[in-house]
């Protein structure tokens, strides 16, 4: 606003008091301040209204931002779905392989991953087929075995 210091105050207030004289210059300072309150108050709430229509502002561009990513989101979440649709149904459509065709080692993972056993993979741990533990003739998984009650 307008900056006035002290010296032009009394400068201001000299020529009221000179122009108005002493008798009308308390009320015309009373009618000054009031004025001067009314069009502070007004300028008060127009800056307020306008900080709140760009905080509206802002807040609407934030939800049209919010709102652009969660379709893309979206439009990427439905390509990915639709590609893995896709690779399903290839799946599903190609002729399952043949389980004992041949001698190879595919078709011996074949036989064993049916029959539930591990021949032929030296590599791979026996399966216990009462228990379905994989590592029962291993010594340091195996589960230690209590003697019978009685026996110490």
Known sequence: MIEIS?????LLALIALLVLGP?????????????????RNTWDSVRAEVEREL????????????????????AQMNATAREVREVVGSVAAAPA??????SGPEARLASDVADGTNEG???APERDT???DLFADD???APVKEPPHGIA
């Open 121 to 123: 993979d030296e590599t």
């Open 97 to 102: 392989p043949a389980m004992s065709s041949g």
């Open 139 to 141: 010594p340091k998984h």
């Open 6 to 10: 002290f010296g032009k105050m009394l």
């Open 23 to 39: 008798e009308k210059l308390p009320g015309a300072a009373r009618t000054a301040g009031a004025l001067v309150r009314r069009v």
């Open 55 to 74: 905080e509206i502002e802002e807040i609407k561009r934030t939800a049209r931002e919010a709102a652009a990513r969660a379709e893309a989101a979206q």
């Open 130 to 132: 009462l228990t379905g």
